[in-house]
């Protein structure tokens, strides 16, 4: 395998598919063992072990001790799995990172323009966040922006989606409890965070 310069959700999607088509367990609980660590995973009963060099699209571990395996399993009853090995940038490995891109709107992009933002090396594109962004720091505010992807940019002239309003207050709904949850914890964090600089 070699390290590509980043892992599209294409390629993360193709692995997630590959191992939930290998494993019946569906793991509540995800857990990455450090150096010396990888012992954590043998607490795991009725264990179901990848490789990671037949994992597809999956990084190799190549720091000493860092056996290189999946484990799915049970602990203390809830369906778990442990990372016998993790990657470090040092490691040459990418983070996984998106470009967001804002246009003014109120319009949807056309094909031609999605691709030409593309191009460019966007990833998502909206039209709003980086105004308010921009905004709060002119303010003096520390800025924590979250973006919920609501649609599908059209790259493709044969298709017969388009962008629509619709579409995107749906995908608000449907995403609107984990949001107040997401919300909800991080707000927490800062109040426990000590960090008002
Ligand atoms: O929350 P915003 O306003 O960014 O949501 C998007 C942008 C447009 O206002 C509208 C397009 O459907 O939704
Ligand atoms: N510019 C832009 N803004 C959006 N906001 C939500 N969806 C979209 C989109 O497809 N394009």
New binding site residues.
Partial sequence: NQTPECYSYEDCKATADWLLSQTDIRPLVGIVCGSGLGGLANMLKDQVVFNYKDIPNFPQSTVHGHAGRLVFGTLKGRPCICMQGRFHIYEGYPLQKGVYCVLG??S?ETIAECRMLHRMGADAV????VHEAITARHCGMRVFALSLI?NQAVMDYESKEKA??EE??QTGKDRAMQLEQLVSTIVIRIEHSNNYA
């Fill in positions: 709107g109120p949807f909206g039209m709003s966040t609501t629509n309003h995107v207050l």
